[in-house]
């Protein structure tokens, strides 16, 4: 698989999920973070009416798109307590077959999942590479972000859950050290056996609960979240609305 056509690919389902689900009166939307999120914005711009749309992005990277599209962002916190966003796009890092996401592979994922859980409608952009079974077939790692104070009480903790080598993100090139999130937090990446979905523990794959060493993805998202320190876990799932948008080996379907 070509640069071009992986680059095609998120195009083609960005085009998709705007396509759907964008709303050309729409007034305020979300605007998730990732390359995929690129495409998101040059969809709406095409096809938005509004005059008013304000765009509500989930840190700085997301801002930057926003800005250099010549659409105007509005920051979460300015948002009026009653408003929700008429919808929320976001790129994944990997889909199971529930539509449960890891994200957090761009450091994002706290300001990600307030903007998505304050959305009408959450549309998760993903192209085939993410589409699989289970989480954790192919993106290896469950991002967390941490206070910095308590890294060392939460990596011990996620060893005991059963992760076998979490580690800290390190910053990227220009200054050694563990990589700053917008919260000026740190991101523990923490490898697992792959999750089983729901019904793989209705149909008795597994109990789900991590005693035999398997975790139900929103089991272990739970547990993960009751450890102090944890500010957000970088998978979502159980989110009502959730919908997604996959390009399928080149075909494009809707993941639900
Ligand atoms: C950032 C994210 C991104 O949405 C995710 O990493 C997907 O990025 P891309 O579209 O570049 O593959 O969760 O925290």
Partial sequence: MTDHSIEEAKRQAAIRAVEDHFSP?????????GTTIIYVVEAIKERSTNP????????????QVIVRAGLTPI????????????VAFDGADEVDEELNCIKGGGACLFQEKLVAERARKFICVADYRKDQPRLLTNWPTIPIEVAPISIYTVLHSLRLLGSPNPQVRDGLLVKAGPLKTDQDF???DAPFPSLLTSSDVASGLGAGDGTDGK?????LSKEIKLITGVLEVGLFCGMDGVQAEKARNGGLGTGS
């Fill in 25 to 33: 009166e729409a007034t305020y939307v979300g605007i998730g973070s």
């Fill in 52 to 63: 008013h749309i304000r765009f509500v992005p989930t840190g700085y990277q997301s801002r």
């Fill in 75 to 86: 920051a979460f916190d300015s948002l009026p307590e009653d408003t929700m966003l008429d």
């Fill in 186 to 188: 740190f991101i523990i």
């Fill in 215 to 219: 975790w139900q993805v929103e089991t």
